[in-house]
């Protein structure tokens, strides 16, 4: 039996033709982690800076926190663009190399195992690649979406 680590890096693995927009959309999200970590402290800090008798420096503040939420809307917007583009592409190319793989069997497989059956199964595999791709490099992603 093949363990789930084994699986989870044989799905990466298919990534390999495209492995810089991947490496790339990794990063993007540990970039975005941090924007998300930062932005409720520049909050806090603000909210300190409003608080004082002076205000000194409330609007620096202020201007940096709207630039890392700015900033991270923008940046989630990027990285789940090209996550979605990304897993796209590699179900295409996924579902291109197994119906190769099912057609080109010998017609006595097909005799015995339907090929209508083998094209459902790699329906529902491709589908649950692309969810993995996408949960693995989309922080946001609609709700909607999420039970293609």
């Known amino acids: 039996m093949v363990s789930i680590f084994r699986t989870y890096l044989r799905v990466i693995g298919l990534l390999a033709p495209e492995k810089m927009l991947a ?17 409720p402290v520049l909050f806090g800090k603000v909210v300190d800076a409003l608080s004082t008798p002076t205000k ?26 090209h996550a979605d583009r990304l897993a796209h592409r590699r179900r295409l190319a996924v579902i291109s190399v197994f119906f190769e793989h099912a057609i080109s069997l010998p017609l006595a ?14 329906h529902a595999g491709s589908s649950n690649l692309f969810n993995l791709w996408l ?7 609609p709700r909607c979406c999420r039970s293609w």
Do not use: D, K
Request: zero cysteines; charged letters at 5%; a neutral charge.
């Open 109 to 122: 497989f097909h005799g015995e195992n339907h090929t209508g059956r083998l094209l459902r199964i790699m």
């Open 23 to 39: 490496i790339t959309l990794a990063l993007a999200n540990l970039a975005l982690a941090g924007i998300y970590f930062i932005e």
């Open 56 to 81: 000194q420096g409330a609007m620096h503040m202020v201007g940096l926190w709207a630039l890392a939420g700015f900033g991270g809307v923008i940046a989630s917007v990027w990285v789940s663009l």
């Open 135 to 141: 949960s693995f490099f989309a922080i946001i992603w």
